[in-house]
């Protein structure tokens, strides 16, 4: 039977031909010396040497002269004649780069099987045409024993380099079967540089993760994988025989048993070895994998080296959901004991088990079922949510979902991010939500929420959690031809048993009333910037607010609160939303004189405190949800935003009566000065 044994071997004999009499070199006879090989599909290719009774051979190739270097060895047994199939000695030829229909020339001859570091004593040149190129080259055919170290203590892979696009990134793919869609273990190899070794300590890894890890001779096929497409080098993998490493027992439990952690039966759940297994007195570790060969692990710390540990149900899940597993889900994890100060495995091999994860039930925590939620609160913005990180994957983002009855199949699902166990949303957010689901302005409406794995849509949660939810009762829906922004507002109640509804951030759009978009007629005039001056040219550039031009971030949930600065000729043009009016003198002077009544001060109004006049008192930061900033304001040449002098540190809006060069300047104080400027925001309060 043909074998191909790896290109390094380790421990293999010294050529000892000139000192051993006893060692004696085969003579090439067939293919003759310069002879030519045309290989064609379904034809088979003799060799032939003259070979000393009872003793196995190698045929040794290489596109080397002297055969010292790139030797590619075929065992071909004792009986003197080894017929090559087409797929044979195209496998030989491939390895040397041969390309279709284009002659080779290779070099080959004989030595014994225990001397492959030998060089033969007679040489021979074989041209070779090929008409297939044969991706895979080794190992191919061959039986490697693990227990064998002399010969199989690694074991090289070899494929066509060019088999796979420049650039991109491979994978060695094992199956049992050749026919099977899916591959049971997967090595990630990296760059593509047509080769790479394992060691038998690795082999075992794949064995085990193939159930194959028993002592027995077992065929398995590999295959190459790109990274990038997930396609294979070539369609059929090809197939070897592999013996498992006969090894002592010493991890002992559990071992190949199902463990339900939701059983109280089954808890704590212990795991035992032979603690002699390490010299000393170690301190040791639990480390727990989702496949033997993988790098991804948890590591729990145990301590002394005793032979038993006992963890809990929530360790075992936490370990579960930072592999990637959720809550519920039956998973087949690998178990092995780690030496802390030379991070030494006691097995070579992890022991396999199988675990039920934990019932996704009391997963969601906050805010709890029966709880109210009033958007109209500013301590509800942004509304956080909180669960059970270990109910879902830590290595997915996560979104909320919201529906108004469980039975329902209309849901709004809000991104959130890692699997934190927290997800924050702005209020506006989550009254587009319920906007969508239907729920009207100011109204309580029961919402059932869950938190969703986006890898794989699964729910944290088997049943949603009820929480009943007040709407915002004010919002400025602003419908501008095909662009709809929705702003939320609060009411402001008076000392004189007045209220008035303001919007509680500025306006951001890029449309006039009519849907026409500013800037179509003078693109110099029409703009809304943000970041350091100066700002770019031209003054039309759409840069949302991000940050302070100092570098201080504004807190997340008021970024772009102040909306956008709008040049004097939008103002000219403006007019407000239906139900809407822009705010004259008088009403922004009464709201600033209310504030500074107030026991926060005007600081109930200020989302910061970059002013001209730093408030004294900022315990009620921002606490009616006005969301002012000192944003700053445009002169057409400059741009000023809460830069280091005290002229800039105001913002600035315009305002119903001024001239159309005027908008009034908050300062931190409570003189509103109507100065000169080109650009400015706009806020609104309700009819």
Partial sequence: MLFLLPLILAGCKNDNSATDPSISFATPVAPANNETIVVNEGETYPFQWSDPAGKGQVIVFSDNAKLSRNRYFMSVGETGRYEFSAEEISRVASNF???????????????????????????????????????LYQPAGTTVDLNDATNFSSLEFRWRQTGIAAGDRVSLVFKTSPTSQTPSAVVSVGDNTGSHTLSSNQLMNILTELGLDDGQ?????????????????????????????????????P????????????LPVEFQWKPEGF???????????????SDDEVVIPIGANSGT???????????????????????????????QSDNEDLDITPVEFTVVGLAKTGMLLSPAAGTTLDLNLPANDPAVFTWDQIGLSQKSNVSLVFKTSLSSSTEVSVNVGANTGSGSIAALDLQIALIQLGVTAGATQTVY?????????????????????????????????????????????????????WTTQGLRTTRFPDGTEMGADD????????????????????????????????????????????????????????????????????????????????????????????????????????????????????LYLAYPSSAEKVAAFWYDGASAWKPLLFNGTTTLNADWAEGATFRFVKD
């Fill in 309 to 339: 540990f006992q963890v809990t149900d929530r360790q075992i899940q936490t370990a579960l959901s930072e592999l990637g597993v959720d809550a519920g889900e039956t998973q087949k994890l690998y178990w092995n004991i780690r030496n």
């Fill in 217 to 253: 001779p077992q065929q398995i096929y590999w295959n190459v994988r790109n990274q990038r497409t997930s396609a294979d080098i070539t369609p059929v993998p090809i197939g070897f025989t592999i013996v498992a490493k006969t090894l002592p027992v010493v991890l002992l439990s």
């Fill in 97 to 135: 780069g041969a390309e279709v229909d284009q002659p080779l020339d290779l070099y080959w001859g004989v030595i014994p099987v225990a001397y492959t570091q030998s060089t033969p004593e007679e040489i021979r040149r074989l041209t070779i045409t090929v008409s297939m190129i044969v991706m």
């Fill in 449 to 501: 929420w869950n938190v969703r794995n986006q890898s794989n849509q699964a729910d944290i949660s088997a049943v949603a959690q009820a929480v009943s939810i007040t709407a915002m009762a004010n919002l400025l829906i602003d419908v501008r031809g095909d662009q709809t922004i929705i702003y939320p507002a609060v009411e402001i109640a008076y000392a004189d048993a007045t209220s008035a509804v």
């Fill in 523 to 638: 693109p110099t005039k029409w703009w809304h910037v943000a970041g350091r001056p100066p700002y770019p040219a031209g003054g039309n550039t759409l840069v949302h607010l991000e940050s302070y031009p100092s570098g201080l971030t504004y807190p997340a949930a008021f970024d772009g609160y102040m909306g956008y600065l709008y040049h004097n000729d939008s103002y000219k043009k403006f007019t407000p939303p239906p139900g809407w009016h822009l705010p004259t003198l008088a009403e922004w002077q009464k709201l600033v004189d209310a504030a500074a009544a107030s026991p926060g001060g005007l600081a109930v109004l200020c989302a910061d405190n970059v002013w001209n006049t730093p408030l004294a008192d900022v315990s009620q930061l921002n606490a009616w949800g006005m969301n002012i900033f000192a944003w700053g304001f445009s002169t057409g040449s400059n």
């Fill in 255 to 266: 071992s190949k048993t199902t463990i339900d952690i939701n059983q109280a039966a089954n």
């Fill in 279 to 293: 010299t000393g007195t170690p301190q040791v570790s639990l480390v727990l994998k989702v496949s033997p060969s």
